[in-house]
């Protein structure tokens, strides 16, 4: 019913009073958001990536997930390429969103490496092969780490506005403890008091800052 119901909201031809002030509130939270990430210089972002490595270290996360999802940063987000290295030194299996060229705004879950080749979608951002990368199913990773615009202390996400992610794990509306975990990662100045939600966003169970450990 949630996946029906956002895209049923995408497709409205006149949305509601409501929905028109959630849209232009995250539309300027988004601006303003995004002007302080980008504002960053890459020894900023490459500090704030060491600082996160700390507090992923310090949250034990990795103790318990092999399976891992995270992604190439990309527009100021806080970048966890800069120590993917390591956990392939663990032991880890990591694994990058790509945009299904099948089902409509959903991602699916390409296996990554230092050999995997990549290539840039519709939005500039680089991604492995679907065509030629092995894939894990989604319900089967055990540890996503994504990227977000802004966050609040109760666990609610607000990304770039595509709602790739959203309707990717909508199933953990009904489901929050299935897997995988999804831990988000930002920088401490996207946190927010509250966000404008919408029925189809999904919560959070963390995020990773460069300073702390947020759990909900």
Not at 56 to 68: D, G, P
Not at 90 to 112: D, E, T
Not at 173 to 186: D, E, F, S, T
């Amino acid at each position: 019913m949630l996946k029906q119901a956002f895209d049923a909201s995408l497709h409205a031809a006149e949305p509601g009073p409501e929905s028109k002030l959630i849209a232009a509130q995250k539309k300027a939270l988004r601006a303003q958001t995004r002007k302080q990430r980008k504002a960053l210089t890459p020894l900023q972002q490459k500090q704030a990536s060491r600082n996160l490595l700390k507090q992923l270290n310090r949250s034990q996360l990795l103790l318990s997930h092999k399976h891992i999802a995270l992604y190439l940063g990309n527009d100021g987000e806080l970048n966890p390429e800069y120590f993917m290295a390591q956990l392939w030194a663990r032991k880890k299996k990591l694994y990058l969103p790509v945009i299904h060229p099948l089902a409509k705004q959903q991602l699916c879950f390409c296996a990554f490496n230092k050999n995997t080749r990549l290539r840039r979608n519709h939005f500039g951002i680089k991604e492995p092969d679907f065509r030629r990368t092995k894939r894990l199913g989604r319900q089967f990773l055990s540890l996503v780490m994504l990227p977000l615009v802004a966050f609040d202390n109760a666990g609610n996400r607000m990304g770039m506005g595509g709602g790739f992610y959203d309707r990717s794990f909508a199933y953990k509306h009904k489901r929050p403890k299935v897997k995988p975990k999804l831990i988000g990662l930002a920088h401490d100045f996207q946190a927010q008091p509250a966000l404008p939600t919408e029925e189809w966003d999904v919560p959070l169970q963390g995020i990773l800052t460069d300073s702390r450990y947020y759990r909900f």
